[in-house]
């Protein structure tokens, strides 16, 4: 990937189950983003999180930043069949473009 | 919210000849817009940014050559794969850029199309 990684690589559950993915990254960061794909599809923006912030919530999703590990951590909780993708985060290196480089992603699946 | 479309959505060529990709934000003007490239069950890989009114920025081991950025308008870039071959066929995906200045937070969101799958025989 053109920056950092993601694990697991892919990660089996059961609905009801919290599914925790883990995303490491190389150099500096204005911002860190998160984003979903199903398969053969376009990705969806889930959260940002910029690099003065800790964590944040958005409805099931939890997001951590760790600037000193260069790591952060996407949280799903009560998972569900409809939550199965693939999800990456995206690195922002503070380029005045907005610049993404996607990590490898996790595959998650959710099962009824 | 904010849509982006790309078309086609899928294309089968022969080896040697070019196509065209288009990548539209439908409701919202997009100055920046990226485009990626992403082999199966692997991750998206930047390939260049899309500037309106001015030359693409493209990324280190692309080739400008190959593939032609033009972003015309403030809703609509192209990439053109020039000289297809089978090694190139792969999911290509744009995205366009969506930056609001506010206080006390501002947002920068790049919003996706769903893709291209372009197959070269």
């Known amino acids: 990937s053109q920056q950092g990684e993601e694990d697991p690589q892919a990660l089996s559950i059961q609905e009801g189950e919290n599914a925790t993915m883990n995303c490491s990254y190389k150099?500096?960061?204005?911002?860190l983003q998160w984003y979903r794909q199903n398969s053969g599809r376009g990705l969806v923006h889930l959260i940002l999180?910029?690099?003065?912030?800790r964590e944040k919530h958005s409805g099931r999703l939890r997001v951590t930043l760790d600037t000193s590990k260069k790591s952060s951590s996407l949280l799903i909780t009560a998972s569900r069949a409809a939550d199965t993708a693939s999800y990456f985060c995206a690195k922002d290196r503070g380029s005045t473009l907005g610049r993404l480089y996607f990590g490898r992603g996790t595959q998650l699946t959710v099962w009824p | 919210g904010a849509v982006v479309s790309q078309h086609p959505s899928r294309v089968i060529c022969k080896s040697g000849t070019s196509v065209k990709i288009e990548c539209r934000s439908l409701?919202?003007?997009?100055?920046?817009m990226f485009w990626y490239r992403q082999f199966p069950k692997q991750s998206l890989m930047l390939m260049a940014t899309s500037n309106e009114g001015s030359k693409a920025t493209y990324e280190q081991g692309v080739e400008k050559d190959k593939f032609l950025i033009n972003h015309a308008s403030l809703t609509l870039s192209t990439l053109t794969v020039t000289s297809a071959h089978p090694e190139d066929s792969s999911f290509y995906i744009c995205?366009?850029?969506?930056?609001?200045?506010?206080?006390?937070?501002?947002?920068?969101?790049?919003?996706f199309g769903p893709g291209t799958r372009l197959t070269v025989l």
């Open positions: 409701d919202f003007q997009a100055t920046t």
């Open positions: 995205s366009a850029r969506l930056f609001l200045a506010g206080e006390p937070t501002w947002t920068d969101t790049q919003y």
């Open positions: 150099t500096s960061i204005n911002n």
């Open positions: 999180i910029r690099s003065n912030e």
